[in-house]
């Protein structure tokens, strides 16, 4: 059984860091597409980041793009999302996802979500 589980979340200031985690287990990742996405409240889910765990080819939304990095972490099988410089913008649920194929940015072609760790950026 696949499993995804966040762990990093909390509260921080603005312009601050924080660094998340995703523990998967349950399978081999190495054909799959690891993501972050956040939901904040009120608003749909939206993409964050994302990196292929074979190729370690990445793609991140141009709002985070040049503050976040992801990584992943074979002997560990985490992929993590390093946060900085964070805005009262960030603050959401983060979610860990793990997909197979389909458009790297698109919300509907991950088949596996973690349950969600809170970002909370204060001003």
């Known amino acids: 059984q696949v499993q995804l589980v966040e762990s990093g ?9 924080l660094r998340l985690s995703c ?10 597409r690891m993501g972050w996405f956040r939901q904040a409240p009120g608003k749909e ?6 990196i ?10 141009d ?3 040049g ?4 990584s992943r972490v074979n002997a560990k099988n985490t992929v993590d999302l390093q946060m900085n410089s964070l805005k009262p ?8 996802a793990a997909g197979s194929v389909g458009v790297i940015r698109d919300i509907r072609f991950y088949d596996y979500w973690g ?3 809170q970002v909370t950026v204060s001003s």
Not at 9 to 17: E, F, M, P, T, Y
Not at 23 to 32: D, E, I, L, P, V
Not at 45 to 50: D, I, K, Q
């Open 9 to 17: 979340g909390g509260l921080v200031q603005a312009g601050g860091s």
């Open 23 to 32: 523990a998967a287990s349950g399978r081999t990742f190495m054909s799959y």
């Open 45 to 50: 889910r939206e993409f964050v980041a994302a």
């Open 52 to 61: 292929n765990w074979g190729s370690g080819s990445t793609d991140y939304a």
């Open 63 to 65: 709002s985070v793009k």
């Open 67 to 70: 503050r976040f990095t992801i």
């Open 89 to 96: 913008g960030d603050t959401a649920v983060y979610y860990c």
């Open 115 to 117: 349950q969600g760790t």
